[in-house]
């Protein structure tokens, strides 16, 4: 996993998620989802070899305070899932997080990343345009409780000079 300036600081320090880490996830996602997934999930993609779950740590003695699910398919990154406890929003955690995921395709050579937003959650989709992702398209009704159309952004890496 390449570190990154977020990854190294003493607060909103990133690090691979543990067994131990599973309750404190599950708990952030009920916080911020509608229809969360539930700890055995999160203890599933721990174990499949393709997820990279990564938690971000606040707070002193440090604690949870947010996470990062994303996937690594040959060439393309998938965010599946980043989210900051209720008690952390909107202190830069969640930025961070979404930096150190671009950064990881960057360092791995990846061409793209991709992910799928709510089309109502107006402040996720203003911080992937921030970060350079762009609007590819649109499922209707995709999300459940309620019934919501997904998003469709894309980012492309710069390729590497001389390739």
């Known amino acids: 996993m390449p570190r990154s300036p977020a990854s190294a600081a003493p607060e909103g320090r990133i690090r691979p998620a543990r067994r131990g880490d599973l309750d404190a996830v599950a708990r952030i996602e009920r916080e911020r989802f509608s229809h969360p997934w539930g700890r ?14 990564l938690v971000i740590e606040s707070g002193r003695p440090a604690q949870v305070a947010g996470y990062l699910l994303f996937w690594r398919l040959g060439a393309e990154l998938e965010l599946h899932k980043i989210a900051v406890s209720a008690a952390c929003g909107r202190c830069g955690l969640g930025e961070r997080l979404l930096r150190h995921f671009l950064e990881c395709g960057r360092a791995w050579g990846c061409e793209r990343a991709v992910l799928e937003v709510r089309a109502a959650n107006e402040a996720a ?19 459940q409780q309620p019934v919501e159309d997904a998003l469709v952004y894309v980012r492309d890496f710069a390729p590497r000079p001389g390739a």
């Open 40 to 53: 055995d999930y999160f203890r599933a993609e721990l174990d499949n070899g393709v997820a990279h779950l």
């Open 125 to 143: 989709v203003r911080l992937y345009e921030k970060h350079g992702f762009r609007l590819a398209g649109r499922r209707r009704d995709y999300y």
